[in-house]
T-cell receptor, first 115, second 117 residues
Framework: AQSVTQLDSHVSVSEGTPVLLRCNYSSSYSPSLFWYVQHPNKGLQLLLKYTSAATLVKGINGFEAEFKKSETSFHLTKPSAHMSDAAEYFCVVSDRMDSSYKLIFGSGTRLLVRP | GAVVSQHPSWVICKSGTSVKIECRSLDFQATTMFWYRQFPKQSLMLMATSNEGSKATYEQGVEKDKFLINHASLTLSTLTVTSAHPEDSSFYIC?????????????FGPGTRLTVL
């Protein structure tokens, strides 16, 4: 069975400092991993995805994530936070062998950016 | 590319009435769409999977007679909340399985806020 654990419910950083949002996953087979961002009262926007190509994945808005199979992690990072990055972030896993294409969501991490 | 829209963005209705929410893939065909429900400050809960031309598959605990899903075309799925009650108030989000080459990715609509009085 697949699952996703987002280790922090809230992360607070100052503008201009690095961002680290942590995610660990468990998957029976070859996982696809995603990070989505949700701004208040909005839908989800895809930041980046990993699907077995390069382990370091670059996404939009300067975000990137590294797939580490040995640590079963897929942490999201950004070198310098911007006020507009304040939002809810979801780490998501799916099983590429599962024809239902269902996504398994983490519980979310709220990123707060202080001026 | 891969844009998904929802209509309406918010709706207020009286208890006992039915509400229809539309989900459209604007620039691609989506054979599979998904409906989620999100409570305040919580993650998304999958309600059902909608496949074009066939019956939806509902997750355990979701009442299929209350949440009617129709996927009549490759670009449109609808969710009808029948006989809505205040406990049905929530944020409903749809997603569509991506186009060829991106079928492992879901693209999400902006969501519909339902308030039942």
């Amino acid at each position: 069975a697949q699952s996703v654990t987002q280790l922090d419910s809230h992360v607070s950083v100052s503008e201009g400092t690095p961002v680290l949002l942590r995610c660990n996953y468990s998957s029976s087979y070859s996982p696809s991993l995603f990070w989505y961002v949700q701004h208040p009262n909005k839908g989800l926007q895809l930041l980046l995805k990993y699907t077995s190509a390069a382990t370091l994945v670059k996404g939009i808005n300067g975000f990137e994530a590294e797939f580490k199979k040995s640590e079963t992690s897929f942490h999201l990072t950004k070198p310098s936070a911007h006020m507009s990055d304040a939002a809810e972030y979801f780490c998501v896993v799916s099983d590429r062998m599962d024809s239902s294409y269902k996504l398994i969501f983490g519980s979310g991490t709220r990123l707060l950016v202080r001026p | 590319g891969a844009v998904v829209s929802q209509h309406p963005s918010w709706v207020i209705c009286k208890s006992g009435t039915s509400v229809k929410i539309e989900c459209r893939s604007l620039d691609f065909q989506a054979t599979t769409m998904f409906w989620y429900r999100q409570f305040p400050k919580q993650s998304l809960m999958l309600m059902a999977t909608s496949n074009e031309g066939s019956k939806a598959t509902y997750e355990q605990g979701v009442e299929k007679d209350k949440f009617l899903i129709n996927h009549a075309s490759l670009t449109l799925s609808t969710l009808t909340v029948t006989s809505a009650h205040p406990e049905d108030s929530s944020f409903y989000i749809c997603s569509a399985r991506g186009p060829w080459g991106q079928t492992d990715t879901q693209y999400f609509g902006p969501g519909t806020r339902l308030t039942v009085l």
